[in-house]
């Protein structure tokens, strides 16, 4: 189970991260915010805290939320009301005040684990829209029967929207998965990619546009 812990302060920072692969996890310190943002992929879990030398952890924690849904427990020395309902509604699964108590914190983070668990939903391996037929097992599109070939990235494409047929997908979500980075500006690579992928497709309104947001696949 690999975790980020994003904490400045050294002494508490490495306490954490040695008391946290004592117990069976593989857990790599963070001192930024901007670290955790551009490096979350392939985490199990975050914990957080919200005074950050780069931003505020609250900020982190929306922009985070924005691209990935990976458990977060924030940890933090800010014990009023306000900011822990601030954090539980930012996005936070949980909320702990420093200092810890070890046990304490374990069983909050074997619970966010647990509820992350369930929540997560296997991937059909097939979807069947109208006469576009997606396998994601062995990353074959079909139109009408026939397969049309995709450039990896068209492909990553079509697997992000095809996960959610129906929902909205975020222009920072595909950048931040396909491209490893929702913000940069690789904004006009996503236009591109998605040009290329209509074309091929040719099935106009299979994938809509949704002004100011991202894109949707089916109704």
Do not use: C
Request: aromatic share 4%; no cysteine; hydrophobic share 40%.
């Amino acid at each position: 189970m690999r975790l980020a812990v994003v904490e400045d302060d050294d002494g508490v920072g490495d306490a954490l991260v040695e008391a946290l692969n004592a117990r069976g996890y593989r857990a790599e310190r963070k001192r930024r915010g901007s670290d955790l943002l551009l490096d979350h992929r392939g985490y199990d879990a975050v914990i957080l805290d919200l005074g950050l030398p780069d931003a505020d952890g609250l900020q982190i924690l929306r922009q985070l939320r924005a691209v990935s849904s990976v458990p977060v427990l924030v940890l933090t020395a800010r014990s009023d009301e306000r900011s822990i309902v601030r954090g539980l509604r930012g996005g936070a699964d949980d909320y702990l005040v420093k200092p810890p108590r070890i046990a304490e914190l374990m069983a909050r983070l074997e619970t966010v684990l647990r509820r992350a668990a369930v929540a997560t939903q296997p991937t059909p391996p097939v979807v069947v829209t109208g006469d576009v037929r997606v396998d994601l097992g062995t990353r074959v599109v079909e139109v009408a029967g026939k397969p049309i070939s995709l450039t990896p990235k068209e492909f990553e494409l079509v697997e992000a929207l095809v996960e959610r047929p129906g929902s909205a997908v975020s222009r920072q979500q595909l950048m931040d998965r396909i491209w490893g980075d929702a913000f940069v500006a690789v904004s006009r690579s996503l236009d591109v990619h998605m040009t290329a992928l209509r074309a091929k497709l040719d099935r106009p309104g299979l994938i809509t546009t949704i002004r100011g947001y991202g894109y949707r696949w089916g109704e």
